[in-house]
């Protein structure tokens, strides 16, 4: 299964992405976790210890510019668009029980404006997850979509937008749905987030008619102590587990 997660920053994309990852991980599954949102959180959400090293990929500058035949800090007009990246997972990712993370790192625009060769790495790297893996691999992007693209969506089996009852995270549904569309996404799959009664379901419900909601998922104080003490997913008791089972059940 792969799966890219989207929605507005704050509604729960890290946390859905790593209580996942925990449930597939004690159901014997082997997943990996593609951090590509610029809070590079997942490493604490899913207990991987601070003195353990991840390079972001994005750093990688000199290596970046050798695939994609440029010279960092240089203006690149041109650059291989499909460089080769498939050596990268087993160098750069930190595995912690059946749980392998991949951190992208930001990728900073560049005088010259675009940071394209670094785009078009991270882009192939997701690709060439997305495709050549067989393990479960989930994406936790930023707010919009923009790490994938055209070729990107292909691998995706479904694009899930963490939502929470509020109105901008709803608009932040609409434009993820509209931009999905435009990169060829046909499976754009709803989680209802921190849901503390029947009035916020509905509101989700009400505001997203003609959506495939995957499922709901409560607000949880156990949940917010996680990112309030920098616990992990791991650590904590979490009562909303049965709940983020359902989600990766329904999914199929
Ligand atoms: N179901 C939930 N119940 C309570 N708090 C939640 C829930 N889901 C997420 N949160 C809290 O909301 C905040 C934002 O979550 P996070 O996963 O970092 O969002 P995102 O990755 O979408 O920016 C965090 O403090 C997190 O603990
Ligand atoms: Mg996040």
Redesign the pocket.
Known sequence: MKLAVA??????????VSLMARVLSEQGKKVIVIDA?P?M?QASLLGIPDDVVITPVSELKELIAERTGTTPGQPAPFFTMNPKVSDIPSKYSVTVGGITLLTMGTIKRGGGGCACPENAFIKSLISHLFIAREEWVIL?MEAGIEHLGRGTALGVDHLLV?VEPSKTSIATAHRVNQLARDIGIKKVLIAA??LRNKEDRAIIEDHLPGYDILGF?????E??E???FGKSVFSARVT?LDQIEKLITTLG
Request: charged share 30%.
């Open positions: 929605g507005k920053g704050g509604a729960g994309k890290s946390t859905i949102d809070d959180n936790d963490v987030n921190k998922v409560e607000y949880s104080d949940i917010k996680i990112s309030s909303i």
